[in-house]
């Protein structure tokens, strides 16, 4: 049965969707009270997460970061390493579009390991892991790193059929390999 909880995320992602950040975080917010007020900590973070979202999308890359953070601890207490992975992983593009690139890297690393521990893993999360990862290698100049990583990228994009993806890391390798 779906708590009230549940639908507020819902009705959070699609106003989202729908490009009415203002409704989908109050619709995140409220389901984040809603479910910290009944113990329900999965749904919480998740809630946190939207919310983090939305702060992303806004602009707002501090409250964004405050709300992941919240979430990724949330997840570390309930053993959710799926979950971990992918908000922690948000985590690291926030600190590094906040050039803040030191505190990112573990926290890519973090979750690299963490999917690629999962047989389960879905290869866009793993794809858009390594991307994140390969930007930051790359603007520390790890060239030879770095192409490998934007080479894993582009199977893993191109096996999912996002050509964007594999475009852009095909043109990363292309510009790494003529350095």
Do not use: C
């Not at 409220?30 to 992303?56: F, K, M, N, T």
């Not at 590094?96 to 573990?106: D, S, V």
């Amino acid at each position: 049965m779906e708590s009230r909880a549940d639908l507020l995320i819902a009705q959070g992602r699609l106003a989202r969707r729908n490009g009415d950040g203002n409704a989908a975080r109050d619709a995140f917010a409220e389901a984040e009270a809603e479910s910290r007020h009944a113990h329900d900590p999965p749904r919480r973070a998740v809630a946190l997460a939207g919310l983090g979202q939305i702060a992303r999308d806004q602009g707002d890359g501090a409250e964004a970061l405050r709300h992941y953070r919240a979430a990724a601890g949330i997840w570390r207490e309930q053993a959710n390493p799926d979950r971990l992975a992918h908000t922690i992983r948000h985590e690291a593009d926030i600190l590094f579009e906040l050039g803040r690139a030191r505190e990112a890297e573990p926290l890519y690393a973090e979750a690299l390991a963490l999917y690629r521990a999962n047989r389960e893993t879905n290869p866009l999360d793993l794809a858009n892991a390594i991307r994140g990862y390969a930007i930051l290698t790359q603007d520390k100049g790890a060239r030879e790193e770095a192409i490998g990583l934007w080479r894993e990228a582009r199977e893993l994009y191109q096996s999912v059929g996002v050509e964007a993806g594999a475009a852009e890391s095909s043109r990363r390798i292309g510009m790494l390999e003529r350095a």
